[in-house]
C-alpha cells in the first residue's frame, strides 16, 4: 500500500496536509493520533471512499478506479469503519450472510463466526450484542470477504480492557495467516502491542515514524518523571537546574497543570538528586510518578500536548 | 441482491409498527368509512320549526309523518344555534308565507327543502300531475365503498413505496451503514434494486389484505381480470419505490426526509380522488391532477375493479404511472448521496 502526496481539506479545515506513506505486504501498520488528526480520513482516502484533493493512492499495486476494476480491488479488502451502525432487527448470522453475498469467495458464515468468537450470539440480534460484541461482528464483516488487506479504524475505541484484549487477538490471528493490517488509534498501547511501525499524525501530518521501539528511544531515554509543586511553577531557573541533574536528557514544563516531566536514562540516580534539588530551592513536591517512556511521551515531546485529553 | 432484499424484509417484519402502518391502517381506514358512507342512506334529516307562529305544531306533525324527516319545534335562538353548527339542515318559520332557512351549499339542507317543500305544498292542496315509482338501486359497484376500497389501495401503494423505501434509505445512511455497504464490492443498482424486489413480495400481501377484506367485509369484487390487476397494482408499486428512492436520494436525516415525504404525498391523497372523485375540482385543475401518479394508478385500478376495463384501455394512465416510476428511478440514481 502506498500513498503520495495525499492533502484533504473540508472547507478551510485541511484534514491531511502531503502525506507519504508505505505499508508493505504482512506488516500491522498503525496510524497514531489524537482526534481531529486527519487519521479517519486518510484511511477513507485509502479505502476508495473518499477521493483525495491531492495525490496519489495505489493498493496491492493498483490505484482506485471506478466501475468492475474498482470492485475486484475491494473483493481484497477488509474494512472495518469507525461510525457504522448495523442493522438491529438482524441477527448476527444474518448479517454475516449479507456481507458474504458481496463478495465471489467470502468465508462461510460458522468460519467468520469462528474466527471473532462469537458462535453462541449466532441467533442474536445485532441491537441485544454489547459494545465488544458489536464490535467483533463489525470486525466479521470486515473478515468475511478473505481480506488481504485489513482496515482497523479504531477498533477498540470506548472498550472494556477484556473486549480490547478480544480483539487484539483476532487481529493477530490475522496477521499469523499472513494478512497485512492499517489501523488507527489513539491508544498507545494499542499501537505498542499490535503494530510492527505506527506513524504518529497531528494536524494532518505525520510527524514522526517507526517502529514503536525506535520511536520511544528516540526520547533518548526510556523512563518518564513527572512531578508537580505546590507552590505551581516553582521558581526561576528551575528548568536548567533540573537539565543538570545526573541521568536527565529533557526536561519541559508541562503545557496545562503546571506539572514537569523529565526524560531520564537512569531513575535511581535521577530522583535522588531532584529531591536535594527541590529541597535545596524550597519546593514541596504535590505529586511524583515515573512510568517507562511510552509512544504517549513521544507525542508529548514531539507537540508538548497530551495525545489524549485527561 | 436477494440477500439485501431478504434483510429489508426481515427489517420490515419485525417492527411491528410498520407492519400496522402498512397493512393494518388501510383495513381500519377501509372499515371506518365503509360503515359511515354504509348504504343506509342519509337517514333522517333534522328539521327545525320556528317556535311562536300559528301552526307550529301541526306542521311539526306533518313533517314528521315524513320517514325522511324528524322535526321539532325550537326558539329563535336555539334553531340558530343549531342551524350554525348543523344540527338541523333547515329552519322553517310557519305562517300563511312560509320562510326555509338554510344553507344553500350543504347537500342536506337542499335535500331537506325539498322534502320539506312537498310535504307543506301537499298539504295546502297541491295535486301531482304525472304518477311516478321509485325503483332504488343498491348494487355493488355504485356503492361508495366500491370506490373507495380501489382508492386505499392506490395510497396504500403510494405510502408502503414512499415510507417503506425512503426511511430505510436514510436511516442506512444515517447510520453509516450505505457507506458501509460502499466499502463492498457490491453494485449500487442492485442496492436500489433490493428495494424494488423487497416491495414486490409485500405487495402481493398488501393487496391480497385489503381486497380480500373488502370482498369479505363490504362484498366489494374485481369486475376485470385479476391478471390485470396484479399488473397494475405491480406497475404501481414500482412507481412509487422509484418515487421513494428519488425522496430519499439526497436527505441525511429522518426528519429531513419526513417532510419531503409529505410534501409529495398530501397532494396526492387531497387530490388523487382517494376519498372522493377528483371531478370536484375546478376545470383547469383537472389536467395536472390527472397527471400525478396516483391518479391514474387510482383511476386504473377503478376501471378494472369496477368497470372490469381491459389493460388495453387503460393505455394512458398506465403510461403516466410508468412514466413517473422510471423517471423518478433515473434521477435517482444521478443524485444519490451514497454516504
Known amino acids: 500500500m502506498l500513498c503520495r502526496g495525499l492533502t484533504k481539506r473540508f472547507g478551510d479545515v485541511v484534514a491531511v496536509a502531503g502525506l507519504d506513506l508505505t505499508i508493505a505486504a504482512g506488516e500491522c501498520f498503525g496510524l497514531l493520533g489524537p482526534n481531529g488528526a486527519g487519521k479517519t480520513t486518510t484511511i477513507e482516502i485509502l479505502e476508495g471512499l473518499t477521493a483525495p484533493d491531492g495525490g496519489e493512492v495505489a493498493l496491492l499495486g493498483q490505484p482506485w478506479r471506478d466501475g468492475a476494476e474498482g470492485r475486484a480491488l475491494r473483493e481484497r479488502l477488509g474494512i472495518q469503519l469507525q461510525d457504522t451502525q448495523l442493522a438491529d432487527k438482524l441477527t448476527v448470522e444474518e448479517t454475516l450472510a449479507l456481507f458474504r453475498s458481496f463478495y465471489r469467495n467470502a468465508h462461510g458464515v460458522d468460519e467468520v463466526l469462528a474466527l471473532v468468537e462469537l458462535e453462541e450470539k449466532r441467533g442474536a440480534r445485532v441491537v441485544t450484542l454489547s459494545g465488544g460484541q458489536k464490535q467483533r461482528l463489525a470486525v466479521a464483516c470486515a473478515l468475511v470477504s478473505r481480506p488481504d488487506l485489513l482496515f482497523l479504524d479504531e477498533p477498540t475505541t470506548g472498550l472494556d480492557p477484556q473486549s480490547r484484549r478480544q480483539l487484539w487477538d483476532i487481529i493477530r490471528r490475522f496477521r499469523a495467516a499472513g494478512g497485512t493490517v492499517l489501523l488507527t488509534t489513539h491508544y498507545m498501547e494499542e499501537a505498542e502491542r499490535l503494530c510492527d511501525r505506527v506513524a504518529i499524525m497531528d494536524h494532518g501530518r505525520i510527524i514522526a515514524l517507526g517502529t514503536p521501539t525506535a520511536l520511544i528511544a528516540s526520547l533518548g531515554a526510556d523512563h518518564v518523571v513527572e512531578f508537580a509543586l505546590v507552590e505551581g511553577a516553582g521558581g526561576e531557573g528551575l528548568d536548567a537546574d533540573l537539565r543538570g541533574l545526573p541521568g536527565v536528557k529533557v526536561a519541559r514544563a508541562r503545557a496545562t497543570g503546571g506539572g514537569h516531566s523529565l526524560t531520564v536514562a537512569e531513575v535511581h540516580r535521577a530522583v535522588p538528586a531532584l529531591l536535594a534539588l527541590l529541597e535545596r530551592r524550597g519546593a514541596e513536591l504535590s505529586l511524583l510518578t515515573t512510568h517507562h517512556a511510552t509512544l504517549e511521551d513521544v507525542f508529548v515531546s514531539l507537540t508538548g500536548r497530551q495525545l489524549r485529553d485527561p | ?339
Open chain 2, 1 to 339: 441482491m436477494f440477500q439485501l432484499a431478504l434483510a429489508r424484509m426481515r427489517e420490515f417484519y419485525r417492527e411491528p409498527e410498520a407492519v400496522f402502518w402498512v397493512f393494518g391502517f388501510p383495513i381500519v381506514l377501509a372499515f371506518a368509512l365503509g360503515l359511515a358512507f354504509r348504504n343506509a342512506g342519509p337517514g333522517e334529516l333534522q328539521v327545525g320549526v320556528a317556535a311562536g307562529a300559528a301552526g307550529d305544531r301541526a306542521l311539526v306533525a306533518s313533517l314528521d309523518s315524513s320517514p325522511r324527516l324528524a322535526a321539532s319545534v325550537l326558539d329563535t335562538g336555539e334553531a340558530r344555534r343549531r342551524l350554525r353548527t348543523g344540527r338541523i339542515a333547515l329552519l322553517v318559520v310557519p305562517g300563511d308565507s312560509l320562510i326555509y332557512r338554510y344553507d344553500s351549499t350543504r347537500t342536506e339542507s337542499r335535500l331537506a327543502r325539498l322534502e320539506v317543500d312537498d310535504i307543506v305544498q301537499r298539504a295546502r292542496g297541491r295535486r301531482d300531475p304525472a304518477v311516478v315509482r321509485d325503483d332504488r338501486v343498491a348494487a355493488a359497484g355504485s356503492r361508495y365503498i366500491d370506490f373507495l376500497i380501489p382508492g386505499l389501495l392506490g395510497m396504500n401503494l403510494l405510502g408502503s413505496g414512499i415510507w417503506g423505501v425512503g426511511f430505510s434509505v436514510v436511516q442506512a445512511r444515517q447510520k453509516k451503514l450505505l457507506k458501509r455497504f460502499m466499502a463492498t464490492p457490491m453494485r449500487r443498482s442492485h442496492y436500489l434494486l433490493s428495494f424494488i424486489l423487497s416491495r414486490l413480495v409485500f405487495l402481493i400481501l398488501e393487496v391480497a389484505a385489503l381486497v380480500g377484506f373488502g370482498w369479505l367485509m363490504f362484498d366489494v369484487g374485481v369486475r376485470g381480470s385479476w391478471l390485470t390487476l396484479a399488473g397494475i397494482t405491480l406497475l404501481g408499486a414500482f412507481a412509487f419505490a422509484g418515487l421513494g428512492l428519488l425522496v430519499a436520494s439526497r436527505a441525511r436525516t429522518i426528519e429531513g426526509v419526513s417532510g419531503l415525504m409529505n410534501l409529495v404525498m398530501l397532494p396526492m391523497w387531497i387530490l388523487s380522488g382517494t376519498f372522493f372523485s377528483y371531478a370536484r375540482f375546478p376545470d383547469a385543475m383537472i389536467p395536472f391532477v390527472k397527471a400525478l401518479p396516483l391518479t391514474a394508478l387510482n383511476d386504473a385500478l377503478r376501471a378494472v375493479m369496477i368497470d372490469g376495463t381491459g389493460v388495453a384501455a387503460l393505455g394512458v394512465p398506465l403510461a403516466i404511472v410508468a412514466g413517473w416510476g422510471a423517471l423518478s428511478f433515473v434521477i435517482a440514481l444521478q443524485i444519490f448521496r451514497w454516504r
